[in-house]
């Protein structure tokens, strides 16, 4: 028998005062030694769940209601808790999604090291401690003696992932489960974690389970798919099979929908599997609508002005200036975004693209230079009623589906505010029948509007705020990592509608994102940013094809390899 | 995992209520249900005291010396009238807890709305307009942490009777016990609702409302407020049964309440004096009211903040 | 290290000045001073002697800085009813209130965390069940109550305690002390159960509330995953990381039992310096009222200095910078 992990029609339950919730169903897939298996679904399929149920680490109120899970030849299911703890850690390892949390904040990396160690093998003491070095340098920490006295908090995020990945090898285990173990981390960094998985998975002939919903790194590290869906196992296969030639429905739909980093598409294939996505709602008809008035007067070339813009923020107060700690969160930043056009600000976290999106939306006051928005200057004055009125042309999306609406108001009270705020309508009537048209413009039907926003899925949520945003008229639109929280198929489709809508509607848009390949969809223009600081404005397709700065040629070289991809219908 | 379904139509406002996962887990909490029961019963009884209560106590007519100090009824020498058996001066006990009672949850009910309004209203300050105004106000607010509540308390309400007239002092006795355990009460309220609001300000919603353009007052009451009342529930709850002690036991030290319209802490302490001479009942039955009282509040509190909290749910 | 404890005395000593100002305020908004040196029948020209003597009619700022100065030398003139030197009045009662304190304080914290980790670790059982409910009985009881049936219970019905008083105490120098003496302890024994019965409670859940906290997080579940054993998972790494907050609870709680010493020590006639401040809110005696505040401030923020030591000791992220 070479299988190292078989699981055989593995049903989770979680009994619910709502009834009971499938999280898996019939699932069975196999593990071979020195074999990276990706399983891969969006949210709520059910994956974590299966790596969990596994290690019977399932959280409450869990339970596994049938199935086998053999491993190495033995049922682990019906175990008593002693004998699994013998198992977890010593046979098989498990690396969580956030490194920020997965390490004790008040104990020494040694000191987690040296206890996992101890309790996994026969080592114990200083040759524990000699083993813990070991661990560190295999996992790519330099100085990795010193590093044992030295706690989580004063690692970076990429070093504590590789800490973690340590103490999963600590008792050198046959198979390693790791859920999610790049989505916390930066591009750069996740590449780097990926290889260092796939090495060890080589030279230990290691079985790895990852769990994941992106694409991009099944792309780059799995040698064979498993693909999830509502608990349900839709499709297993090798990488290449997968990604080049789906059979089944879904997983062709999940497929096409990743957005493609080496060229440009109209729009996104039309993705028809998902439940509750695009619906087909009477559109307005934008030439006689309300949406559609008071922008006729368009005619200033310039959208959006920024000049030599800078903003820092303190990090550690101190009573004098010289001792305080700085972050100079954008540095000397300027661009000129024309009107109708998209265009895309890119970086890593911390690079300051958010920033500059809160600055030109007022959130933030600059500490220098000028923003202008449609040639009247927003940043002097801020409070001046020119100023407030050019600001009102200009509306934002959020990143965060379940934070940017208010939990305790109805669809209708929260996209009918600025309406009534500004008695942009005759009388409420007619407010409300706006807010009816512009929800079934977004798609999502205008009966939503006497729901609460928890009713709504994150897809959904974000159409609301897109309604929201319509509601003030805007001009411009900034749209701050708008699908980034999103599942893949569910990102198509809103990055569709917001194609739509800028077309419809003449908008400006500023796409804030880090995802190179939805830039490049959905982008006329894209300035990279580091640190603060404007690397390079170039065409987008330009920067694709021959990026002028080295920053940029290495963001471009971290974007997953996407190869395999079937040639989608242009 | 179809958990969130939207459905065809809306839920009505009574579909809504009972799919919500506080009202389902209340009525699934065997000692939610019996905390809530008691402290209504309380409450009700206390509020229609002039209706239920057998006597008067205040109404001297009612009152006769001679049947003072008597046992509960069921206890030889006690009287059928009087349940509860009579204090000192031949007030009917179970009268006098009831009418004793309401002006506790009274006291308490107001002092801690007091406090919730003044701590509540300089929180969402705090947390929302930050820089020098916060500093301010929490500074103040550490300062007054730094005494312990119920000293505070003693020496405001002590101060407070200081600046009154002795002829009046026992008329407006209610009112200074509310104000001195309303101000030592603000500062928890204030901490809870800066901290909650300095985390619905950073949340995108108010960002939108400010980019919409609405007024500072506006995005505070329309959009902060509401979303950081559950914590403040649970604050004011619990703040309730500690109000209603550190009244009773102001009343107690003889600081509070005074003896001739008395409150549950009035009683027993007037009732303490006969402790040792073996009539227990004056002590006895206020007491049990009181800490009965007190019970259901706290219980209600702590299953409001387990049921509150998604993370332990 | 060091400049976080500069920062934190600054700190202290921006509260000490502002509750100074309060109980400055004090002398000059309660009462008349004079009134309460002098008999009723004192005449004019006495009275506007005494003013002189006393001061009150330099300006207020002049006033306060000499307040400060015979503050920061331990003297709030004389009682105005007893007549004597505040400060000497409670350094006399000090002894009682401090060993009183010390005593509920050591109940509360043993038994508390005892408890707290027990129901937090055992969260199923049901003993665990069954002290959380006495628990949110004990935080129901007022410390007055409690104080009456105890002495109730243990002294005028059984009669093995005594009920009031601080018998038994024994003189080292000017300390007075009950701890070395059996009668001394029978006497404190009483008093400091009913001071530290609700500190116990509220300690006790909020240590298993914190467990229950700890237990969700990341790296306990790793710490599972790894198959550490459930020892070295409820000690090693839950209960030191309920720590940091349960210190600063505890730090507020232990100013919570000199702050209920009042209560405890007017049920039980106890000598100590709550009692001698309740009696002087009674009679409106501003010296003492204003030294009793000024001395609990200086204990709470001594507590806290202490509190915000430990921090130090236990958390490295204080320790060695974010």
């Known amino acids: ?570 | 995992m179809s958990l969130d379904r939207p459905q065809d139509r809306p839920m009505t406002r009574w579909e809504r209520m009972k799919d919500n996962d506080i009202v389902w887990s209340f009525l699934h909490s065997p000692g939610a249900i019996i905390a809530a029961s008691i402290t209504l019963i309380a409450i009700l009884a206390c509020v229609f005291a002039p209706l239920i209560a057998p006597f008067d106590p205040f109404d001297p007519a009612q009152i006769s010396l001679w049947d003072g100090k008597l046992p509960p009824a069921w206890i030889e020498g006690g009287q059928p009238q009087y349940p509860l058996g009579t204090d000192n001066q031949g007030r009917d006990m179970l009268s006098t807890i009831l009418y004793g009672g309401r002006l506790s949850i009274l006291v308490g009910a107001a002092a801690v709305c007091l406090g919730m309004v003044l701590g509540v209203t300089l929180g969402v300050i705090s947390g929302y307009v930050g820089g020098v105004t916060d500093a301010v106000i929490m500074r103040i607010a550490d300062v007054q942490l730094t005494i312990p509540g119920i000293l505070l308390a003693i020496l405001i309400n002590g101060i407070g009777r200081a600046f009154l007239p002795i002829e009046v002092r026992d008329d407006f006795a209610v009112y200074v016990v509310i104000i001195a355990i309303g101000l030592t009460d603000w500062p928890q309220f204030a901490r809870v609702t800066r901290g909650a609001t300095m985390v619905e300000a950073n949340k995108e919603y108010v960002q939108a409302a400010r980019i919409i353009g609405l007024p500072g007052w506006l995005i505070m009451m329309r959009h902060i407020l509401p979303n950081t009342l559950r914590p403040v529930l649970v604050i004011a709850t619990i703040g309730l049964a500690l109000a209603i002690i550190a009244e009773a036991t102001l009343s107690f030290l003889g600081q509070g309440i005074p003896p001739t319209t008395p409150s549950l802490g009035t009683l027993i302490r007037v009732g303490n004096e006969y402790l040792f001479s073996g009539l227990w009942w004056i002590t006895f039955f206020p007491a049990i009211a009181l800490v009965v009282l007190v019970f259901a509040v706290n219980l209600l509190g702590d299953w409001m903040r387990d049921a509150l909290n998604p993370k332990l749910r | 290290m060091f400049f976080f404890i500069l920062k934190r005395l600054a700190q202290s000593v921006l509260v000490m000045a502002i509750v100074s100002a309060v109980s400055f305020s004090l002398f000059n908004f309660v009462g008349d001073p004079v009134n309460n040196m002098v008999g009723q029948d004192a005449t004019r020209e006495q009275r506007i002697e005494i003013r002189q003597q006393l001061g009150l009619d330099d300006p207020i700022l002049t006033q306060y800085t000499r307040f400060l100065g015979n503050m920061l030398q331990g003297d709030f003139g004389l009682s105005y009813r007893i007549k004597r030197p505040v400060d000497q009045l409670i350094l006399e009662r000090l002894p009682a209130t401090l060993e009183l304190v010390f005593v509920s304080a050591i109940i509360a914290l043993v038994v508390g965390i005892t408890l707290g980790v027990y129901t937090g670790i055992r969260r199923k059982s049901w003993i665990s069940r069954s002290i959380l409910s006495v628990s949110l009985v004990g935080v129901s009881l007022p410390t007055f109550i409690i104080g009456i049936a105890l002495i109730y219970i243990f002294a005028v019905h059984l009669r093995w305690l005594p009920s009031s008083g601080r018998s038994g105490a024994i003189e080292l120098g000017w300390w007075k002390t009950s701890l070395l003496s059996v009668d001394g302890w029978r006497a404190i024994i009483l008093p400091a159960i009913t001071l530290s019965l609700f500190q116990l409670t509220l300690i006790l859940r909020l240590v298993r509330a914190e467990m229950l906290e700890v237990m969700q997080t990341d790296f306990i579940k790793f710490a599972r995953a790894r198959g550490l054993s459930e020892r070295a998972i409820n000690f090693r790494h839950a209960l030191r990381n309920t720590l940091v907050p349960v210190i600063t609870i505890i730090g507020l709680n232990i100013g919570g039992l000199i702050a209920f010493s009042v209560i405890t020590e007017t049920v039980f006639q106890w000598p100590g310096t709550g009692l001698m401040f309740i009696q002087a809110v009674d009679f409106v005696d501003v010296p003492i009222m204003a030294a009793y505040l000024v001395f609990v401030a200086l204990l709470f923020v001594l507590i806290n200095l202490v509190v915000d030591i430990l921090y130090f000791v236990v958390d490295p992220r204080i320790r060695l910078g974010e």
């Open chain 1, 1 to 570: 028998m070479t299988e190292l992990l078989q699981i055989n029609g593995l049903d989770v339950d979680f009994p619910t005062r709502r009834g009971t919730v499938h999280a898996a169903r019939g699932v069975s897939l196999t593990v071979k030694p020195g074999e990276v298996v990706g399983l891969v679904g969006e949210s709520g399929a059910g994956k974590s769940t299966i790596g969990n149920a596994i290690i019977d680490l399932l959280e409450a109120p869990g339970i596994v209601s049938a199935g086998s899970i053999l491993f190495e030849g033995e049922e682990l299911r019906g175990r008593t808790e002693d004998q699994m703890r013998r198992i977890r850690g010593d046979r098989i390892g498990m690396i969580f999604q956030d490194p920020q949390t997965s390490l004790n904040p008040l104990m020494t990396v040694g000191a987690q090291l040296v206890e996992t160690i101890e309790k996994t093998t026969d080592l114990t003491g200083a040759k524990a401690e000699g083993r813990a070095v070991e661990l560190l340098e295999q996992v790519g920490i330099s100085e990795a003696k010193a590093r044992l006295q030295a706690y989580p908090h004063q690692f970076s995020g990429g070093m504590r992932q590789r800490v973690v990945i340590a103490l999963a090898l600590a008792g050198d285990p046959d198979l390693i489960i790791a859920d999610e173990p790049t989505t916390a981390l930066d591009v750069s960094i996740q590449a780097q974690i990926l290889d260092l998985i796939k090495r060890l998975c080589r030279e230990r002939d290691l079985g790895v389970i990852i769990v994941t919903h992106d694409i991009g790194v099944i792309a780059n590290i799995a040698d064979r798919v498993v693909v999830m869906y509502r608990g349900e196992v839709v499709e297993t296969g090798d990488v290449a099979q997968i990604l080049g030639d789906p059979q089944h429905e879904y997983t062709k739909s999940l497929i096409a929908a990743v957005p493609r980093a080496d060229r440009k598409l109209e729009r996104f294939s039309s993705v028809d599997y998902i439940e509750g996505g695009t619906q087909p709602f009477e559109r307005i008809d934008i030439q006689t609508h309300w949406l559609g008035q008071s922008r006729d007067h368009r005619g200033t070339a310039k959208a959006i002005e920024v000049n030599n813009l800078d903003l820092s923020f303190v990090l550690q107060k101190a009573l004098l200036k010289r001792n305080r700690k700085m972050l100079q969160a954008v540095d000397n930043v300027s661009f000129t975004v024309t009107e109708g056009e998209t265009f895309g600000l890119v970086g890593e976290s911390g690079s300051g693209k958010s920033t500059v999106a809160r600055l030109i939306a007022g959130l933030y006051r600059p500490d220098g230079g000028t923003i202008r928005v449609l040639s009247q200057d927003v940043s002097s004055k801020p409070s001046s009623a020119a100023a407030r009125e050019a600001r009102r042309a200009l509306q934002m999306i959020f990143q965060d589906p379940y934070s940017s609406l208010n939990a305790r108001m109805r669809v209708l009270d929260i996209v009918a505010e600025p309406i009534r705020f500004y008695k942009l309508a005759e009388n409420e009537t007619e407010t409300r029948r706006i807010v009816g048209d512009l929800l079934n413009h977004v798609g999502l039907g205008a009966q939503a509007a006497l729901r609460y926003p928890h009713e709504f899925s994150g897809g959904q949520r974000q159409r609301i705020s897109i309604a929201r945003a319509l509601a003030s008229r805007p001009r411009i639109l900034i749209c701050d990592e708008p699908t980034s929280a999103l599942d893949v198929s569910v990102q198509a489709t809103i990055l569709n509608l917001l194609k739509d809508l800028q077309q419809e509607l003449g908008l400006t848009m500023l796409f804030i994102s880090h995802d190179l390949p939805v830039v490049r969809q959905m982008c006329d223009r894209i300035a990279v940013m580091r640190h603060g600081a404007l690397c390079e404005v170039s065409d987008a397709e330009q920067l694709f094809n021959a990026p002028e700065h080295e920053y940029s040629r290495h963001l471009l070289d971290l974007m997953p390899r996407m190869d395999l991809l079937k040639e989608a219908p242009a």
